[in-house]
Nanobody
Framework: VQLQASGGGLVQAGGSLRLSCAVS????????MGWFRQAQGKERGFVAA????????SYADSVKGRFTISRDNAKNTVYLQLNSLKPEDTAVYYC??????????????????WGQGTLVTVSS
């Protein structure tokens, strides 16, 4: 199973980016999916998760109302729309497959396969 994250870059505060996570080797329609981020010197933290059907989502309080997670099971791809970006959103963003489909997990321990990460840098 491989996850390829893309879409990161340098953006000014207030700007937007759209991250994509293309999955190969597994049909993601069987799994909930999540996005995490890790800033330099900090632990990897939860950003957002989406259920296998796309019918339920969960967000960290720090991104709620600004970020939107979505998925296209036909394309085996998960997205994260980042709006109203702030300098504190600067981090490497990772997508991951949840080990199950019952709960929208927020701990990295509940995810098994991870992408390589894509860097988002927000300048002030």
């Amino acid at each position: 199973v491989q996850l390829q994250a893309s879409g990161g870059g340098l953006v000014q505060a207030g700007g937007s980016l759209r991250l994509s996570c293309a999955v190969s080797g597994r049909t993601i329609s069987s799994n909930n999916m999540g996005w995490f981020r890790q800033a330099q010197g900090k632990e990897r933290g939860f950003v957002a998760a989406i259920s296998w059907s796309g019918g339920a989502t969960s967000y960290a309080d720090s991104v709620k109302g600004r970020f939107t997670i979505s998925r296209d099971n036909a394309k085996n791809t998960v997205y994260l729309q980042l709006n109203s970006l702030k300098p504190e959103d600067t981090a490497v963003y990772y997508c991951a497959t949840d080990i199950g489909r019952t709960y929208l997990h927020r701990s990295p321990r509940d995810y098994d396969y991870w992408g390589q990460g894509t860097l988002v840098t927000v300048s002030s």
